[in-house]
C-alpha cells in the first residue's frame, strides 16, 4: 500500500460506510461499557468542581486509575439580531484566569448554586446578566459534551432571538467582562482568524450554523 | 424600550461595533488581567490531572478561591480522504467512562508523557495509532482552548490529508475504539442531528470549515 503521487488516497478510501440509524443511536444506549468501577471517592473540591478518583477494571480485564472532573451542566448562548437587515451576534469579552488571557466567548455560564434548575431559564438569566439581553425566543439547539474523556460536563446550546436591550447585571466576579455586538460577518471573520479559540463559543456556532439557524 | 411585534430587536441592534486590529489582538497582549495571585497549591495530582487550587484578589479588589484543572495540550485530527470524488472523513467510537456513553468522536490525545513533544509529530502519532492512518500532509489549522473558565488545556487542530491506511495500534486503554469512514455528507448529517456531541470534534470542524479547507 502506498500513497499516490496526487495525494489521493488508496486502501482507506476504498470503502465508505454508510451508518444505520440502529448504529448512530448506540451513544443513547444505556450501557457500562464493560467498565466496572472497584472503588471511587472524591480527592478534591470545591463549589464549581469535584475531582473523583476512581479505580476501574477495563472490558479487557486491566485495572486502572480514572480521575473524573465533575462539573455541573453549562448554557451557551448566540444572541442573534439584527441591523438594517443585516445579522448580528453579541460576544463577550473577559479575562480568563487559567489560562491568563482575555478571551473572545459567546456568553455563557454554570447553574452550580441551582442544580435543579431549567436550562431554559438559567440560559435567559444568564444572557441578561453578562449582556443585559432580553430575548423573545431562546431554542434549545442541542447538547456538548465538553471533555467527555476526563469530564461529566454537559452543556446546552441555545440560540436567542428578538433581543432587547436592558442593563447588564453582573456579578462581582464579571466586573471586567465587556459586551460587543458585531456583524455575523465579522464573527465568522474571527473564527476564521482563530481569534476566537473559545471551542464552547465554536462549537455552538457550528451547531446552529448546522441547523440552518444561522 | 419594547421588543416588536415582527421578533426583530429594537435597542440593542441600533449599533454595530466594528472590531479594529488592535481591539481583536487583545486576546495576545500579555496581561495580568489586574488578577493576583495570593497563594496556590497542587490539591489533588495524577499522571493526567492536576487540581490546583488558588486564593486569588481580583480587580476589584475581592479575595476569591479559583479551582484550576492543569491538563497537558491535547491533538485533534480531521481525516479528510475521498472516494469517488466524494469527501470522507474517519470518526472513531469509543467508550467514554466519565459520562457513560460511546461517542463519535475524531482522532484526538494528549501527549501526558512527553510534555516537550511537537504537536505535529504528536498529531500523526494519535492518528496512526486510533486509525492506522498516515497521512501525507498534516496541515495546523489552529489552536483552541477546551473550558478556559476552569482549565489550563489547550488544543491543536489538524486536518489530514493524502491518506494510506496502515494498521491501527491501539493502546491497551484504547481497545473497545471502532473505526469508520464515512461521507462528510453524513459527518454533517450527524452533526446537525446532534448524534456528534463531543465539543472537541465539532469546534475542530468548524475551524477547518471556517477556512474553506473542507
Known amino acids: 500500500m502506498t500513497a499516490r503521487e496526487d495525494g489521493r488516497s488508496t486502501e482507506a478510501m476504498r470503502s465508505v460506510e454508510q451508518l444505520d440509524p440502529a448504529t448512530l443511536r448506540q451513544a443513547d444506549m444505556s ?5 466496572l468501577t472497584l472503588s471511587s471517592r472524591i480527592a478534591y473540591e470545591n463549589p464549581w468542581t469535584k475531582m473523583r478518583e476512581d479505580i476501574i477494571r477495563r472490558p479487557n480485564g486491566q485495572d486502572g486509575l480514572y480521575g473524573v ?6 448554557v451557551v448562548i448566540l444572541p442573534l439580531g439584527q441591523v438594517d437587515g443585516e445579522p448580528t451576534v453579541t460576544l ?3 479575562f480568563r484566569y487559567p489560562v ?4 473572545w466567548e459567546l456568553p455563557m455560564g454554570m447553574w452550580e448554586t ?3 434548575a431549567n436550562p431554559d431559564e438559567v440560559a435567559a438569566g444568564e444572557l441578561r446578566e453578562e449582556t443585559g439581553l432580553i430575548a423573545d425566543r431562546m431554542t434549545h439547539v442541542g447538547v456538548l459534551y465538553q471533555g467527555a474523556g476526563y469530564s461529566t460536563q454537559r452543556g446546552h446550546v441555545y440560540l436567542a432571538t ?5 442593563p447588564a447585571e453582573l456579578e462581582a466576579t464579571e466586573q471586567d467582562i465587556t459586551r460587543h455586538t458585531i456583524s455575523l460577518v465579522q464573527f465568522e471573520e474571527m473564527l476564521r482568524d482563530n481569534v476566537i479559540t473559545c471551542m464552547v463559543s465554536i462549537a455552538a456556532f457550528a451547531l446552529i450554523r448546522s441547523r440552518g439557524l444561522v
Chains 1, 2 share one sequence.
Do not use: A, C
Not at 472532573?69 to 453549562?74: D, K, S
Not at 428578538?162 to 436592558?166: A, E, K, M, N
Open 92 to 94: 463577550i469579552n473577559q
Open 162 to 166: 428578538g433581543l432587547t436591550q436592558g
Open 31 to 35: 450501557d457500562d461499557g464493560g467498565y
Open 114 to 116: 441551582r442544580p435543579d
Open 100 to 103: 491568563g488571557r482575555r478571551m
Open 69 to 74: 472532573v465533575e462539573r455541573g451542566e453549562f
